[in-house]
């Protein structure tokens, strides 16, 4: 499936120098990394996710005829620039964290080394890809860590920021251990199991609450979950009971709005009296992972949560600061000293340690060559620009995400404002930055 809308989905600056570089034969091999620099005030770890899409955007990397007339009548490349474009590919290696993988600030998540032009023109979009997915899928793993046991869901499409963003949110939110999501189109695309409820117009657009119960619960008796929150959550909870005892099914109940933890309370007692002690509470509204937290903590018997506008805009962290840059060309390690900015130099690799209880207790940033204690997160993805075997199925990159969420350190997992983990930066490292400083 394709990645994206094309290899001109990039900043123009990419063309120009990229202009530039095959004007003066600048085709030396070039390493990049692609990192978040500091992490949000609100975040202990981040997610990495994405890579699919990064790499199936890199191995079908070509202008089309629309994209090379364009780029012909633009006005400032010349022709011998736009036969060259005709001829592209994507021919380099990639080093990437699995998806699913916890990572920390300065820590690359993805390598690339190709001739300068190929990784040069990569920047933009792999940027785009990584970053929103990497976004949305640590967003999405705070609420899995806040309301353990509870079905999540993902409700966002509506308010993410176009079409794109809400498919890719509806990945991102599943592989970080989401049940599924309301957006039909992530089942077809990607598998991913999807829910629903009903809206308040299928309510209103009726004369009567109860006959919109009865006729939807009639058309889907396997899904029929009803929102008790159109007029008087409580009179329509108790109509529910009265229509189950004339033999209408009812799998659950939604809450959309107000107080979600004492109408869960009063609508469970209404159920339970009734004898609907099977039928589930499924609550949304704005939430995310704080207020999770506070109603799983206040006892409020609710069985899931639809994850919406909070989720697919990351709302309170809505981006992190990710860069991609050159760390070695020519064969000599490179180095941005921007202030505030600067990057470390030479190709780079991020060793974890596990304590005995298999919880995450250190990382090291080093030199490729320089080993340290530990698992390496790098792997290789691809060579030559060719994937190495196939890529871990969704499902698998999931499991790996709740297994990477299982091994973080309590602090992270309880999601403390302020929790550090120690990730540290290899004495070889710092001595290479150092005399990069010094020339």
Not at 236 to 251: I, N, S, T, Y
Request: charged share 25%; glycine share 8%.
């Amino acid at each position: 499936m394709s990645a994206g809308p094309g290899v001109l989905l990039t900043d123009l600056y990419q063309l120009t120098m990229l202009h530039a570089y095959v004007r003066r034969g600048m085709g030396e091999t070039a390493v990049f990394e692609l990192f978040v620099r500091t992490l949000p005030p609100a975040r202990g770890f981040l997610l990495a996710a994405g890579l699919e899409q990064a790499l199936d955007y890199l191995s079908t990397l070509r202008f089309t005829a629309e994209d090379l007339a364009w780029v012909a009548r633009e006005g400032r490349f010349d022709r011998a620039f736009v036969d060259y474009l005709a001829r592209l590919r994507f021919t380099g290696d990639v080093h990437a964290m699995p998806e699913g993988t916890v990572f920390f600030a300065d820590e690359p998540i993805l390598r690339v080394t190709a001739p300068l032009p190929e990784a040069q023109l990569v920047e933009s979009r792999l940027l785009n890809l990584l970053h929103f997915q990497t976004l949305v899928a640590s967003k999405a793993a705070r609420a899995v860590l806040a309301a353990p046991g509870k079905l999540l869901v993902d409700f966002g499409m509506r308010r993410a920021h176009g079409a794109e963003a809400a498919r890719l949110a509806a990945r991102a939110s599943y592989l970080a251990g989401l049940a599924g999501s309301a957006t039909v189109l992530a089942n077809l695309h990607f598998g991913i199991p999807v829910y629903g409820t009903m809206a308040h117009s299928f309510v209103q657009a009726h004369d009567d609450e109860a006959e919109a119960f009865a006729h939807f619960a009639a058309d889907d008796p396997e899904h029929a979950v009803l929102l008790l929150d159109t007029y008087d959550t409580e009179e329509a909870a108790a109509k529910v009971v009265a229509l189950a005892r004339e033999g209408v099914a009812v799998r659950g109940v939604r809450l959309d709005s107000g107080d979600l933890a004492e109408h869960a309370r009063r609508v469970r007692r209404i159920l339970d009296a009734g004898g609907l002690r099977e039928v589930t509470i499924f609550a949304s509204g704005n939430l995310d992972e704080d207020a999770l937290r506070d109603l799983v903590a206040s006892g409020a018997p609710i069985d899931g949560f639809g994850l919406g506008t909070r989720l697919v805009t990351s709302a309170d962290a809505p981006y992190l600061d990710c860069a991609y840059k050159l760390v070695e060309y020519a064969g000599r390690p490179r180095r941005k000293r921007s202030e505030g900015k600067a990057s470390w130099p030479g190709r780079k690799q991020v060793w974890r340690r596990h304590g005995d209880d298999g919880r995450m207790c250190g990382d090291v940033l080093a030199l490729e060559d320089d080993a340290q204690a530990g698992t390496a997160l790098l792997v290789p993805v691809m060579r030559a620009g060719r994937r190495l075997g196939l890529s871990p199925s969704l499902a698998a990159s999931r499991a790996h995400a709740a297994a990477e969420l299982g091994r973080l350190p309590e602090v992270l997992r309880r999601l403390e404002p302020g929790a550090a983990y120690p990730a540290t930066v290899a004495p070889a490292l710092r001595a290479l930055a150092a005399a990069l400083d010094g020339r």
